[in-house]
């Protein structure tokens, strides 16, 4: 295929996937001022032609199936293909949303089963599952805070506390609940300014977001003492739960003293990126939020199970969705729990820790200059190439760029923006040794080539379908949709 | 590797952690079971759950979905990629995007689309938030007060929940026109001025009981009252329907709904993938993710994604939405049931569901006592009146393997008695038969 | 992926798959003198090393979802997925062969179905969908000739006729079948030589093996002379309908005089090749064969369907297989024509033999030589290169592999063996116009470089994981089994 | 188009079939449905034959595969290629078939194999056309009579037949031992020398009753009296059980059987695919395909079609078989299945299926008049009599959802009232209560 050929440059008039088409219905009975005049402009292909592109199209994708890809946060780690068997099940593929609880047990009951589960390996006392990814369980979460207070009558505090190397995520939430952000430092050694985070404390504190481990890669050691100071402040503790893979099965965020938290089932519990999504975010809370979970939620009354939303729940955030969330991840996740049990829970947080380590070690012994290298790694690290963008001019993105060469994807690169020309590497707990030495081989290589030939890993990549792409000119000189060149 | 590290256990990777915190046993959790044993635990909950046809839409609609469509899907390169940072390493993912923003604003009529956002219900929120941010010279946006959006008819009771939910924190009200005739009530619409002008109106087409809204009218008034119109549509219905962008005399400003309708099976409601389209003139108000087309270093077409500086990992607090996490894939699964269908086929399941509904109804008000609650044209979707409390008579239809419909007297009370019905391309005479012989036998014994 | 690590080379002592493991069980009821001492040199891989070992290796293939794929003689054409689709549901791929009839009712209709299909397709008076692939059929079909002739006690009929364009499924059926095979010319014009034919039959013709349109690409006009003269001879004909995708819908071979034949259906009726099968090669015969059909097959017997299989069959050449042949096959062929219908099976000869000739005539005119110029093409045809290898030196098989360079996987070479230096194009009806004309710029952009730089396309591909392979050393130097370095 | 070809229909292109061939209207073909209403159609005729577990084993056995062998093996670069004729835009097929000739002779012991036949039947007639071809010097091969081969003690009914029918033409006549006590009788064996001495011997292991055969013995005396060793075996047995190349003192020549077990779905016994090794020094006269590694021009490593002078393409009519299409496909998914497993792995099914047929030989002989027939180790199916006529009994047994067993009336009227059961590592205490119920009640009703 030509590159940028799109699906619309390779269709033409009247071309058609026919057996697609089922007899045409009459609309005479609909007034012509409802009706199109024209018909949208979409391919005109047979499926030969539209299993062709996208069949090649997919081929110029990198993926956890096809390549390392150690992108730190996003634990990009292998999802049992078991698990997408079981979501894809026909009862519960062809399930509608809306059938009655007396026709939907057996679904119900897998929603019942997965909120115990997470309850179990967070330690909080309630779940509801409607958030369909780790933003929106972070709103629903941050939601709730804002509805304990009002509730309490306490609507004077309007700040929420977030770290520095907070995810985006974090303060974008904070504002889409009415909140004001305040940033707080995080400290040479990776963990919040304990010191800092007390004086930004006050009677304007609604909560605080937190990662533990956080997004630097490190655990927070003085949690408990942190939640103590939010707690006597008056505030609640959030815990943004996208690194849980870290811990599962080890410790619990409600142990730490947390007040709610939201889980990425799509990191930790078996549910492939998709190229975007999709996610799912549950959201878990201790007793007193309680009454403020979103709906609907799975209760069990006697043998049955139903939903519980609208009246019943008076002090809920409310609903958050159509209908009920991402049941299909879910599932998933469900399915995922299923098979690993307790000990292949452990396990997960186990083996990424390991896997983690090792690369770190491996990395600092050739000489890469790692962020915090007094720590421990979580079930990820962060190295920094200020040396090399200073000394060489070869920066953090193009030793991504080069790695993409190699036949590895990139690490996050310059996030946690407070570490400077950072790489934030998670290779996740289903990689092998022989997969994470490769890995340092590679970017051995590429440093030798980046004293050797830097314009070489500068303009990299070079063995991909496109060289490195213009992105000042996409923003710019904005072409988000296909022209047709008229006919 | 423990070596390598210089620790002698994997415990000691642990060793940051204090003791206290590791306490927890997790012994509420099962040992784990194998693959067959998990599958064989869920076929036999999910077997539970099989029912016969289906005639329940309401937002998530039982269409064919071509074999290839998820044959391709689901390939590993699509399903297992991240979010396309790395442009030059996810070129598939980028190009199926843009062209999705292609077709999606073929649909609407619009001329900029996102990548996709959660669902229906989430992209309504987002809508009203959007146009909050775009329609910044109303003048309800300089006093304190809330900001109001008008719901001008019947829109779906849940996609409203979770817009208000979503919506609620930054003090906008959404405020129902109520509904006449289970249409939108004009003369509501056209109270609402002075204090009480709406930022924007939404208006869904077909509407929650699947007829037809009188759009013109309604995206005229907004217009005339500087009201920006936010349609929530039925993307099926979009090959025969007129789009969006030629709504009244000026077109709709934002077009949101659920593309669920495109390729992606019913499963309980989701994952599927709301979509979101508006003018160029507004795309930086636009949330979520964003293709461009560019070129290389080499001169060639390339896509990449653009305007991030929209997003939360560059804007942080500044976002316009906190989405990172969107439905990739559903577009994905979207975008290749596009391509198979084209124009032509699109609009040959729009025009099949419709005739199929009409079918249904004409079987259904055969029965004594049933009767259609609206008159006017609709879409692939009526309201039956049943004459008896319509939750029981669903429960009975379903305890019969026919999902019948949605019994709405838990969103309107006066329509206790009244189910709302649907059939798509996917419903023969058959299932309408079954469902009429199962019907008669619950109301009449 | 290193070109050539194989799955052993990336597995490690003790790594596993460990979600695919049953509870083991207790054999110490088992005599150990029964049992292994060695567990079996298998790989040792996790889950994702199998999953993208595999799915990284199944990038190193050509395929019709990637590519135009004009393999003449083989029906590289698209196979709708929903065929796939139909053949998969639980129901019939959970069905034990040897259920009872009672509990198979709808897989015993779908066969019935099938065998009424093809009877009113070939225009034959019964149909065994038995045999496994076309070279199954065959030997089904002169095993019925044979058994004929036996039966009449004609036993000295020890020879099968087939022409020199043959494919070698033909006379090596014969041989098979404990024939001797006699060859027969084909003319200047494509079509067998009938004079040479009439000279050959005589007492000792069992019969003759014809594919019509045959593997020149031709249809055989004197079709009906032929079978007059075989049969006047006491012989039987045979079809291989290897080319019904040409005429289906159109022309039946029962209508030209043929006596028996197979089809096969993983290439005129959807089934994809797989890298090489499954197949499916059923056998109709005329009246006077069916008590020698193998068995087993459907009957209906009033409202129910049963199998026809041991006694009741006496004359039945017998099974073929263990079971009833290639089921799933079966079931993508009834799909498949169940979405035809008649109309479109008239349709896939029409677009099939309309591409055929389109692209026959762009070659032509951009001066490829034909091997028959003066005949329509059936659904293929032949070009040969006898010239620019004398001329430049770059052969047939030179061609086809620079052809990989541009994309396109090369058409059949060498075959039929009596064309010097050609190739066997079929384009398929399911390819468009777009695709057509893209290789004929191909092959005009590779016979300007012949005549350019003949070395490069001598040396080709250069484009693909590896360069043109040594197959004198693969034959000389065998290495068949992967021999691990000892641990 | 048309233009370009110089006609003006396509009719025209069809001129040079005469008239008379033209005639037919296949007006007894229906008119063409969408995928839809096909998949419909067929859904429900697959519904019908939808039971509850299966304890029926005889050459086709329900075992769980991984969701991931067909993810993977149904890609479309795998399922839609052909042959690998070009071997360089085929290193993904050839790779892994190579992959799978060394997996497949590390679970038989022996050191080549061909890239798969059919299935084990006709892999039985082919490995016994084979032996003849192998065992020129056996003193049948110099007379005129037929070459005898033997086939030692109970091997399934069905591979017997498909061998006879292959190999009749060509003058081969299969004689069987008989069986006692549900084993070879090796005093039959004995007498089978002189005139009567075969070419070769064929014993299946574990055999079709389910029992172990003297396989050491069978071999050795093959061996002592110049006939070749055909080992008949189960792929998955073979993960704990002695491979055929570790038979008596020298091993087996030829080993072959179905492939089924290792991820091929049941699926009415097609596709499969046949599997056949031998040792080097015969692999001259093994049909079907051969993969071998051989380096490019730059000398990096890759893999080719080998040996292909055996083939029909090449030799023509003096090719070692006129196999061409196999069962490739079917190989691409138990090679991904042999690799998930491993050596562990395999061996874990292996004694779990043996376990679980214990288990429910327990459950079934204890309902009154049901017995084992033949005693001894068994592998995972074992012969058991039920007092009554068998085929009635399977009949009634279906009727209850359970697919419980072959009757053997058919093959042995001995055996009129002997069911033929099994169970795999799928059938869960449940599923065996489940039989013993139905059992019970279709006996004693
Ligand atoms: C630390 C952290 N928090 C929050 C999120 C947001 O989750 P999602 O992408 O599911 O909305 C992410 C994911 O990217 C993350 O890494
Ligand atoms: C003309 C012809 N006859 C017979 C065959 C043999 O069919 P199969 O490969 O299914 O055994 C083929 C296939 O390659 C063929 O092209």
């Known amino acids: ?487 | 590797m423990l070596a390598r590290i210089g620790v002698t256990s994997i415990d000691a990777l642990f060793d940051e952690i204090e003791p206290a915190l590791k306490t927890a046993d997790f012994s509420e959790i099962d040992d784990g079971v194998d693959e067959m044993t998990m599958l064989a635990e869920m076929a036999s909950r999910a077997r539970r759950d099989e029912t016969g046809p289906c005639f329940t839409g309401a937002g998530c609609y039982d269409h064919h979905i071509p074999a290839a469509v998820w044959d391709i899907a689901a390939r590993g390169e699509f399903m297992t990629a991240y979010t396309p940072y790395q442009a030059e390493a996810s070129q598939g993912t980028l190009q199926l995007i843009y062209e999705y923003q292609t077709m999606i604003t073929a649909l609407t009529a619009l001329t900029v689309s996102n990548a996709s956002v959660y669902d229906g219900g989430s992209a309504l929120g987002e809508a009203v938030l959007m146009a909050v941010r775009a329609n910044r010279r109303h003048p309800s946006m300089k006093t304190d007060g809330p900001r109001r959006v008008a719901v001008a008819g019947a829109c779906h009771p849940h996609y409203v929940d979770a817009a208000a939910t979503i919506t609620r924190n930054q003090g906008i009200e959404l405020v129902s026109t109520g509904t006449s005739g289970g249409r939108a009530s004009l003369d509501a619409l056209a109270d609402m001025t002075g204090e009480r002008a709406p930022v924007a109106v939404v208006v869904q087409q077909p509407n929650f009981f699947g007829l037809m809204e009188p759009v013109d009218e309604i995206a005229d008034w907004a217009s005339a009252n500087g009201a920006l119109v936010i349609a929530v549509v039925n993307p099926t219905s979009l090959a025969i329907l007129r789009p969006p962008g030629e709504w009244g005399a000026n077109g709709a400003d934002i077009a949101c709904g659920d593309g669920q309708p495109l390729g992606i099976p019913m499963a309980s409601g989701g994952p599927s993938f709301g979509f979101m389209c508006t003018r160029e003139s507004h795309v930086r108000q636009l949330p979520g993710r964003l293709v461009g087309r560019t070129v290389d270093r080499d001169n060639r077409p390339g896509f990449t994604l653009t305007l991030q500086a929209r997003e939360q990992h560059i804007r942080r607090g500044k976002a316009r939405s906190n989405i990172c996490t969107n439905q990739g894939l559903l577009v994905t699964a979207a975008t290749i049931y596009l391509a198979m269908m084209g124009p032509t086929g699109l609009a040959r399941i729009a025009t099949r569901c419709h005739e199929r509904t009409r079918e249904l109804l004409r079987t259904l008000v055969g029965i004594e006592g049933v009767a259609t609650r609206f008159g006017g044209p609709f879409f692939h979707e009526q309201v039956i009146d049943v004459g008896q409390d319509a939750d029981r008579v669903a429960g009975d239809l379903a305890a019969r393997g026919i999902v019948g419909g949605l019994p709405l007297g838990r969103y309107f009370p006066e329509l206790r008695d009244c189910l709302l019905v649907c059939a798509t391309e996917k419903r023969t005479d058959d299932d309408i038969a079954r469902f009429g012989d199962a019907l008669e036998q619950v109301l009449h014994g």
Chains 1, 3 share one sequence.
């Open chain 1, 1 to 487: 295929m030509t590159p940028g050929d799109t699906i619309f440059d390779i269709g033409s008039p009247g071309r058609r996937a026919s057996a697609q088409y089922p007899a045409a219905g009459d609309v005479s009975d609909l007034p012509t001022s409802c009706l199109r005049t024209q018909p949208p402009g979409l391919p005109e292909v047979s499926e030969l032609q539209a299993v062709r592109h996208y069949t090649n199209l997919s081929a110029r994708n990198f993926s956890i199936d096809t390549q390392f890809y150690p992108l730190g946060s996003c634990t990009m780690k292998y999802n049992p293909r078991g698990a997408h068997r079981a979501a894809s099940l026909p009862g519960f593929s062809n399930r509608h949303p809306l059938a009655p609880a007396s026709a939907s047990q057996g679904f119900l009951a897998c929603l019942h089963d997965l909120q115990e589960t997470l309850k179990q390996v967070t330690g909080m006392a309630a779940v509801s599952l409607t958030p369909m990814a780790g933003a929106q369980g972070e709103f629903a979460g941050v939601a709730m805070i804002r509805a304990w207070h009002d509730a309490r009558g306490d609507a004077g505090r309007r700040e929420i506390l977030v770290p520095t190397a907070a995810h985006g995520t974090n303060p974008a939430t904070a504002v889409m609940c009415g909140y004001q952000v305040r940033e707080v430092a995080v400290a040479e050694d990776g963990d919040v300014d304990v010191a800092a985070l007390k004086e930004a404390l006050g009677e304007r504190t609604a909560g605080i977001m937190l990662t533990n481990p956080s997004t630097c890669g490190v655990f927070e050691r003085r949690i408990r003492e942190i939640a103590d100071a939010v707690h006597t402040a008056g505030g609640l503790l959030y815990y943004d739960g996208a690194n849980l893979n870290a811990i599962l099965g080890n410790v619990r965020p409600g142990d730490m003293g947390f007040d709610v938290l939201h889980m990425n089932l799509h990191k930790t519990f078996a549910t492939p990126h998709g190229g975007g999504g999709p996610g799912s975010g549950p959201v878990g809370v201790a007793e007193r939020l309680v009454p403020h979970l979103p709906t609907p939620f799975v209760v069990r009354d006697g043998d049955a199970y139903r939903w519980v939303e609208g009246d019943e729940m008076p002090g809920s955030i409310g609903r958050l969705s159509a209908f009920m969330g991402n049941a299909g991840i879910l599932l998933r996740a469900l399915a995922y729990a299923r098979m690993l049990g307790r000990e292949g829970m452990r396990r997960v947080a186990e083996y990424a820790t390991l896997n983690a380590n090792y690369l770190m070690a491996r990395l600092a012994d050739a000489g890469f200059e790692l962020a915090y290298p007094e720590r421990r790694a979580s079930h990820e690290f962060i190295i920094t190439f200020r040396n090399e963008a200073k000394t060489l001019g070869v920066t953090a993105m193009d030793f991504a760029k080069r790695l993409l060469d190699f036949g590895f994807h990139a690490p996050t690169t310059y996030f946690p923006l407070l570490v400077p020309e950072c790489f934030l590497i998670e290779p996740t707990e289903t990689e092998t040794k022989a997969e994470l030495d490769a890995f340092v081989d590679a970017m051995v290589r590429i440093r030798a080539e980046a004293e050797a030939d830097p314009e070489r890993v500068r303009t990299a990549p070079h063995t991909l379908p496109v060289s490195r792409l213009d992105d000042v000119k996409a923003a710019r000189e904005l072409d988000l949709t296909h022209v047709r060149s008229p006919t």
